[in-house]
């Protein structure tokens, strides 16, 4: 447990914590979404209910995701009550719930009960639904065209802080009609630097007891922390990686993720291999393309010879530009040409733009600008 006014770690030893504005642990509210089955049982016996009634708690909340304890109207009265004094289900209000004018993209921003902003984007495609979930308020890497890393990492989000996003978007996707059928780890912060509770979150979310959330549709993002790829490789449950590369050498890829100056290419390919080898799953390559930093021909075939002969797929994402930084996206010629040269080096890749650019929902720009509104400084940036 951390004392009042120590920074949080970002549970990475080599990565120093910057000065933070938080709450220790001890004072954040626990809820429903913190508990394991087996703790929640422990809970509800402790206060004298019968052990059964834990695990129809978990079906309303993981199968009918219902939205309070007063939705479960087969649990007596006096056990909602308690859990309602006890418990609560969710401990992030929404305070901002915007769509886009074609009603496909969804950004639910939070406050966490010590006072922190959170943001979760839900994006419906025709043939599936999409959660990109939040895991830290800030991030400790610090990406150059990245607006999360740019006030450096505040905490960690706990596994049901996470879990909360994804149970709420399942319930908007059901409100719309649709099935949540994907999540990845695209929002704020770096999965692997807050790996347990990212862990305990995306095996909860699996568990066929509760949401029932296959592995195969549930994707992990990272700048690539090394280590952590092969602990992840470890895992009994087959999630997908996304690795972010950006570019296909030390000196460029170093001046726009800074881990790759304590994890370098060559490392991070190997872990990447590794990889590939103990899961037999394909590895897909995030590459935020910029006009005039890593969209050239030269670079697009760097990139391919370096990735000849990997199990991979790259996601070409044309930047969305953050307003305080100087970086920018290349024209429509430029980043058709760029995917074209992977191609035909036979490196399979596709274009994806971002959603949700309207509402501030795009990769990168989650940043709680709320945040900024609320302390008067959007003007001044
Ligand atoms: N920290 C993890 C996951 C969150 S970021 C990671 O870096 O992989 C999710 C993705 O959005 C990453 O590929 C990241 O590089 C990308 N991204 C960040 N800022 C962006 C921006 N301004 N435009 C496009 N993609 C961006
Ligand atoms: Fe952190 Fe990912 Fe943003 Fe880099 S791109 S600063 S790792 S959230």
């Known amino acids: 447990m951390s004392a009042p006014s120590t920074?949080?770690?970002?549970?990475?030893?080599?990565?120093?914590?910057?000065?933070?504005?938080?709450?220790?642990?001890?004072?954040?509210?626990?809820?429903?979404?913190?508990?394991?089955?087996?703790e929640l049982t422990a809970k509800l016996v402790e206060a004298g209910f019968p052990a059964f009634r834990a695990k129809q708690v978990w079906h309303w909340v993981y199968r009918q995701l219902a939205p309070d304890y007063d939705a479960m109207t087969n649990l007596p009265a006096d056990l909602r009550a308690w859990l309602n004094a006890n418990l609560p289900l969710a401990t992030m209000p929404v305070i901002r719930d915007s769509a886009t004018d074609d009603g496909e993209t969804h950004k639910l921003l939070y406050q966490t009960g010590d006072g922190q902003f959170v943001e979760t984007v839900l994006m419906l495609y025709p043939d599936r639904a999409t959660v990109c979930v939040s895991c830290q308020i800030g991030c400790a890497v610090g990406c150059a065209f990245c607006a999360t890393g740019l006030g450096g990492l505040t905490r960690n989000l706990s596994a049901g802080e996470m879990v909360q996003q994804t149970i709420d978007a399942a319930r908007r996707a059901r409100e719309v009609g649709r099935t949540l059928t994907n999540l990845v780890m695209m929002g704020m912060g770096e999965p692997l630097q807050n790996y347990g509770p990212s862990i305990t979150f995306l095996k909860r979310l699996n568990d066929a007891e509760g949401f029932g959330f296959g592995a195969r549709r549930m994707t992990v993002s990272t700048s690539g922390i090394v280590p952590r790829i092969d602990a992840l490789a470890d895992e009994p449950i087959q999630l997908n990686l996304a690795v972010s590369l950006h570019a296909p050498n030390d000196e460029l890829r170093s001046s726009l993720v800074p881990i790759n100056n304590r994890y370098p290419i060559a490392e991070l390919m190997a872990a990447c291999d590794r990889y590939i080898a103990k899961t037999?799953?394909?590895v897909s390559f995030e590459y935020a393309l910029m006009r005039g930093i890593n969209d050239s021909d030269e670079i697009a075939t760097e990139l391919a010879a370096l990735l000849k002969g990997r199990l991979c797929h790259v996601n070409i994402i044309p930047l969305n530009p953050v307003d305080v930084l100087p970086y920018e996206r290349p024209d429509p010629a430029g980043i058709e040409r760029f995917a074209e040269t992977l191609r035909n080096a036979g490196i399979p890749a596709t274009v994806r733009y971002s959603r949700g650019l309207e509402i501030d929902a795009a990769c990168g720009q989650l940043r709680a600008k709320h945040?900024?509104?609320?302390?008067?400084?959007?003007?001044?940036v």
Do not use: F, I
Request: aromatic share 2%; no cysteine; charged share 40%.
């Open 7 to 38: 920074p949080e770690s970002t549970d990475d030893p080599h990565l120093a914590p910057k000065p933070v504005r938080m709450l220790p642990r001890a004072q954040r509210p626990q809820g429903l979404y913190d508990l394991s089955l087996e």
């Open 371 to 380: 945040e900024r509104e609320r302390e008067g400084t959007l003007a001044e």
């Open 280 to 282: 037999g799953r394909r």
